[in-house]
């Protein structure tokens, strides 16, 4: 069972991943790993009949900001070297899921050496971009726009947030920058709560 864990064992290598149908993970190679090959799940130092831990294996695991709200789980193809030898597996995505968070796939890394032990497969968190928000320590942002009138006037608006939509009142003479926070209506944060929605006011010139 996929567990959440906070840092891999040192030298972890990649391991190419393979996105199955509609609800696949989307993956990308570790930068750091440089790219996975046929020797990618050799344990380094091996001598001898000596049993040795096979490698550790790392890879970025792509989810999207409703997945990060209401957990899911993909199902996932997983190739190394030898594009004959392809495993699927399925991955749970916990709810509130942080970014850079790794999930641990217990036994899923490189075979071991001499009966030794596999190494474990360390999937980690990278959220999606989205067209609306930005996500920085569990909370979340987002450019409310407004025209001049609306910031001297004050006005009330309608918007939309990943847990739905709220009105927002907007006050008498309203600089541009203004931040407004909604309270719960962030991501999900690891004491049960949610984090803060923050509403950053732009100001408009309309087109004549």
Not at 75 to 93: C, E, F, H, M, N
Request: with cysteine; net charge positive.
């Amino acid at each position: 069972m996929p567990a959440l864990v906070h840092e891999p064992r040192a030298g972890a290598r990649c391991l190419r991943l393979h996105p199955l149908g509609p609800v696949s993970a989307v993956l990308r190679a570790h930068p750091a790993c440089g790219g996975a090959g046929g020797g990618a799940n050799r344990p380094r130092g091996a001598r001898g009949n000596v049993p040795s831990r096979g490698q550790d294996i790392e890879s970025d695991l792509l989810v999207s900001i409703h997945e990060v709200i209401h957990g899911g789980e993909r199902v996932i193809r997983l190739q190394a070297g030898d594009p004959r030898s392809v495993q699927t597996i399925k991955v749970k995505i916990p709810k509130g899921t942080a970014e850079n968070q790794l999930i641990r796939c217990a036994g899923l890394g490189g075979q071991g050496i001499n009966s030794g032990s596999a190494g474990d497969l360390f999937l980690r968190i990278k959220y999606e971009r989205h067209p609306d928000y930005r996500f920085e320590n569990g909370h979340i942002y987002r450019d409310l726009e407004l025209y001049p009138w609306e910031c001297v006037l004050g006005t009330q608006r309608e918007l939309k947030t990943p847990h739905g939509a709220i009105k927002m009142k907007i006050p008498l003479h309203t600089q541009h920058g203004t931040q407004f926070r909604v309270h719960k209506q962030g991501l999900p944060q690891n004491d049960g709560r949610n984090g803060i929605f923050f509403a950053e006011v732009t100001i408009i010139i309309p087109e004549t």
